[in-house]
């Protein structure tokens, strides 16, 4: 399994951008959950949002919703991350993690630890 991060940089606060999430090696279409992480510096990683490639059911931390909206491409096997309204404590280095697990079970599940994770893309919000 191997996911590749893309999209990130820096942009003023309340600006956009959108991060992209290639993923190969597994069946992008069968009932896999992906999700976006984030670490900021001196912090731990977050849960920001994961999606069920399959059924499209969508899970957001609470400061994610209402600004950041997450979908998949199974065309391109591809799972985004719309990023609008950023703050300045938005800027963290972003990840891209697939996981076997029930969506519902959210960000916290214990199962992201042994998922497959992406290298990660910094994003970074200027005051």
């Known amino acids: 399994v191997q996911l590749v991060e893309s999209g990130g940089g820096l942009v003023q606060a309340g600006g956009h951008l959108r991060l992209s999430c290639v993923a190969s090696?597994?069946?992008?279409?069968?009932?896999?959950?992906i999700g976006w992480f984030r670490q900021a510096p001196g912090k731990g990683r977050e849960g920001v949002s994961c999606i069920n490639t399959y059924d499209g059911r969508t899970v957001y931390a609470e400061f994610a919703k209402g600004r950041f909206t997450i979908s998949s491409d199974s065309a391109k096997a591809t799972v985004y991350l719309q990023m609008n309204s950023l703050k300045p404590e938005d800027t963290a280095v972003y990840y891209c993690?697939?996981?076997?697990?029930?969506?519902?079970?959210?960000?916290?599940?214990?199962?992201?630890?042994?998922?497959?994770w992406g290298q990660g893309i910094q994003v970074t919000v200027s005051s």
């Open positions: 090696g597994f069946a992008f279409a069968a009932d896999y959950t």
């Open positions: 993690a697939a996981v076997d697990i029930d969506t519902s079970d959210g960000l916290g599940h214990e199962g992201w630890a042994s998922g497959a």
